[in-house]
């Protein structure tokens, strides 16, 4: 887990992506695609942008430009900011609400939009884009309150939504999302750094897509309430806004082929891949027959973590077979990336790495040799201090000598409290980067 975050640590990721050398400013993956700027032709530099990994970024990137840096506003999470208050520069940090957005999120993302206002072809924009953007630049629309969106917030994570239709109804409630950042700083150049959070890395879905076309529509937003069946308890303002928007009274968000996306350039600089490459190289480094099987891993919490199990339960009774056709023999590892979901049943704590362990833990019961250990990169799972659990075969037994009823636990979503008395919770603090989430099976020979 260790070399997991280290390979995807922001600071890092960002100085492989940008050089300055002289006035000449290079962007872009140094084996790949990159994007040279001539500094000596724009007035200004400044750096905008909003997730978890904000504060390292905004440091390394203040590092590199020095002087050359005019300003900007980067939104992080509470807790999530820079020990050293000038280690930003110029830029302003801003410690704000997640995964429900407040006060201190829309203050800033106002910032934020009054500095974009005065841009001009002068000026170079840098947006910083990491997971949590989406819930930390809050700036509704016109006659959307806060309170109205941090309760659509708190409906849209309880209803087992995807991050990809979240995203899709946040896109067409705000005034930076969906592209319209980009719109808002054209016609000004617009670099985005991306770590990405969101399973395939899809441009338009990560922090909801602030520098991005957007494929979406409002009839795509106003179907997903109609599918998860929330029409009824979204506030009136946003339906209204929704609408008035499906006929034609709000324009919508930017679209594939918008000519003020032919000066934006996007690059991911971090994701979920490179973070589970980097641990399945450290597992072979320790010693054990490993694969990385995916990191597409997505669905509901608690049916993920029964299949997390059956995996386990493959390689113990020696039934899975390596790529090449040999069956993976000795200490054995499978490495699975991704971000599952949870529908909220009850009324108590955890986050779906936890809630994904604790499913795990009851089909594993009594089976010798195995653990799971499921890991928010963040570092928070869920509304909680703690980056996900491990499990194995004696976790229910330990359990029941506590008297802890695994089975209630997991029906009403308190897996926290569960972990937490068996002493199984991972804990990492903030880890000030967010690639998504890491599932590890390790079974002995």
Known sequence: MRAALNAVEPGAAVARHLQLVASRLTIGDPHGIQQAYDLNDFDRVLVVGGGKAGAPMAATVAEILGPRLAGGVVIVKH??????????????????????????????????ISLLRNTTSRDLVLCLISGGGSALM????????????????????????????????????SQ????????????APVVSLILSDVVGDP????ASGPTVPDPTNFDDAWSILVRYKIVDDVPASIMSHLSAGIEGGIPDTPKPGNPIFGQVRNF???SNRLAAAAAAQEAQLL????ILLTTFLEGEAREVGKVMAGLAKGLAREETMHPAGQPLSGPTCL???????????????????QEMALAAALSLENWQGVLIANLATDGTDGPTDAAGAYADGHTIARATRLGLDAKDHLERNDSYHFFKKLGDLIVTGPTKTNVNDLALIFVSD
């Open 138 to 173: 809050t700036a509704p629309m016109p006659g959307i309150s806060l309170a109205d969106l941090q309760s659509l917030t708190q409906i849209l994570l309880g209803c087992g939504a995807t991050i990809n239709e979240i995203n899709t109804i946040r896109k067409h409630i």
């Open 203 to 206: 441009l338009e879905v990560i």
């Open 335 to 353: 490495i699975l990336g991704g971000e599952t979901t949870v529908t909220l049943r009850g009324n108590g704590k955890g986050g779906r790495n």
């Open 268 to 270: 991911i600089i971090g």
């Open 176 to 187: 930076l999302k969906g592209g319209q950042l980009a719109q808002l700083a054209s016609p």
């Open 287 to 290: 010693g054990f027959d490993t």
């Open 79 to 112: 807790g999530h900011g820079l020990n050293d208050a000038a280690g930003g520069g110029p830029i302003e940090i801003v410690e704000a609400g997640h995964p429900v957005p407040d006060d201190a999120g829309q203050q800033g993302a106002g910032r934020i």
